[in-house]
C-alpha cells in the first residue's frame, strides 16, 4: 500500500524574521525602556526631594530639643561638628546623632551647591534658617531653594542668609584667612569684599553666602550721603564664588570714568561660579548721560582682558537708579 504524505514547504516554516522587522523590534524595544528609564529616573527624583524634606523636619525636631535644654539654637561651629551630641558630668545627651546630608545628586534646577543644607543661626541663637533644594514642588513647597526655619519647613524665602553685621565697619583693616589648597583669600563678610580693593593683584574666594543689606548705611568718601560699595578698581585676580551668593548689595560709583560694578575694572581676569541677587546700583546721572551706559554691571563694569567668567544666577529686584550730580 503506497501511504503518500503531504509536502511541507519547510522554506515557509523555517523563514525568520526580516531585516525590516528586526528593526521595528529592536526600535520598539528600546522606546519602551526609554519610557521605563525616565519614569524610574522620575520616581528616583521625587523619593530624593521626599528625603531632603524628611531630613530637615528630623533637624527641626532636633534644634527644638536643643532649645529647650539651652534657651538658643546650636552656634555655627557646633553645627559643623557634624553631630548634635552633648557630654556633660550627668552624661551624655544626643539631640542627633549624626547630621543629615542632602541627597548626592541634584535635582531639577538646583546647581551642586544648592543641593545641601546650610544652617545659619540668626540673632545669636534666636532662630536658625536652614537652607535646602528641591528638583519639584512638594505639597505647598516650591522647587527650586527654599528656606526652614523655627516657624516652620517653609518660610516664604528662597533664599536663607546670614544676619548682615552691623559691627562691620569698611574703613577697618582686615585680615583674610588663606585658603592653604590654593592660597586664594577668603571673603568672610561684605567688609572683606570691599577690602579687596586693597589688594586687587591677589585671588579671592568666597567662603558663604554674603547678606549686604546693610551697605546702603557705607560712607567711605565722608560725604553726608551713605552711598554704599564703592567698586573695585583694577582687579586683575581671579575670583571664585563656589556657588554662594552675594545677596542686596548697595553699589555706587563716586568716579565718573570708571566701571560700575563690584569689580569696576577687571583685567586679565577670571570669575566662576558667582550668584548675584537683589543688587542695587546707585550712579551720579552725569556719568549714566555722558559716560556709557554700557559700563554697568553688577559684577564688573569695564574689562581690559578677560580670561573667563561664569555668573550662574541673577535673582530678580535688581535695580539701577539715577541720581542727581553733587
Request: aromatic share 10%.
Amino acid at each position: 500500500m503506497n501511504i503518500k504524505y503531504p509536502q511541507i514547504n519547510n522554506k515557509s516554516a523555517l523563514a525568520g524574521f526580516t531585516l525590516i522587522e528586526l528593526l521595528v523590534v529592536i526600535a520598539i524595544i528600546g522606546i519602551l525602556a526609554t519610557i521605563a528609564t525616565i519614569g524610574l529616573t522620575s520616581v528616583r527624583a521625587k523619593a530624593r526631594d521626599t528625603k531632603r524634606i524628611a531630613d530637615v523636619k528630623q533637624t527641626q525636631t532636633a534644634l527644638e530639643v536643643f532649645y529647650s535644654d539651652h534657651n538658643r539654637y546650636p552656634t555655627e561651629d557646633e553645627w559643623l561638628t557634624g553631630s548634635l551630641v552633648e557630654d556633660t558630668a550627668n552624661g551624655t545627651t544626643t539631640y542627633m546623632a549624626k547630621l543629615p546630608v542632602a541627597p548626592t545628586i541634584a535635582d531639577g534646577a538646583c546647581s551642586v551647591g544648592d543641593n545641601q543644607f546650610d544652617y545659619i543661626p540668626i540673632n545669636d541663637g534666636a532662630s536658625y534658617n536652614i537652607s535646602y533644594c528641591l528638583g519639584a514642588p512638594v505639597a505647598n513647597i516650591n522647587s527650586g531653594l527654599n528656606c526652614a526655619s523655627a516657624d516652620g519647613l517653609n518660610t516664604g524665602l528662597t533664599l536663607c542668609l546670614p544676619d548682615p553685621n552691623p559691627s562691620c565697619n569698611p574703613s577697618d583693616s582686615v585680615s583674610f584667612d588663606i585658603n592653604p589648597g590654593n592660597n586664594y583669600r577668603e571673603v568672610h563678610t561684605c567688609c572683606e569684599l570691599q577690602h579687596i580693593a586693597d589688594d586687587p593683584t591677589q585671588s579671592y574666594e568666597l567662603a558663604n553666602n554674603l547678606n549686604c543689606n546693610n551697605t546702603n548705611t557705607w560712607n567711605l568718601d565722608g560725604s553726608s550721603v551713605p552711598h554704599g560699595f564703592t567698586p573695585i578698581q583694577n582687579f586683575s585676580g581671579d575670583f571664585k564664588g563656589h556657588d554662594f551668593r552675594i545677596d542686596g548689595l548697595y553699589i555706587y560709583n563716586p568716579a565718573l570714568t570708571d566701571g560700575v560694578g563690584i569689580f569696576g575694572t577687571a583685567d586679565g581676569s577670571s570669575f566662576s561660579n558667582i550668584r548675584l541677587s537683589n543688587f542695587n546700583i546707585f550712579l551720579d546721572k552725569s556719568y549714566y548721560i555722558n559716560i556709557s551706559q554700557s559700563r554697568i554691571s553688577g559684577l564688573f563694569g569695564i574689562f581690559v582682558s578677560l580670561i573667563s567668567c561664569s555668573v550662574l544666577s541673577f535673582l530678580l529686584d535688581n535695580t539701577v537708579a539715577i541720581v542727581p550730580s553733587r
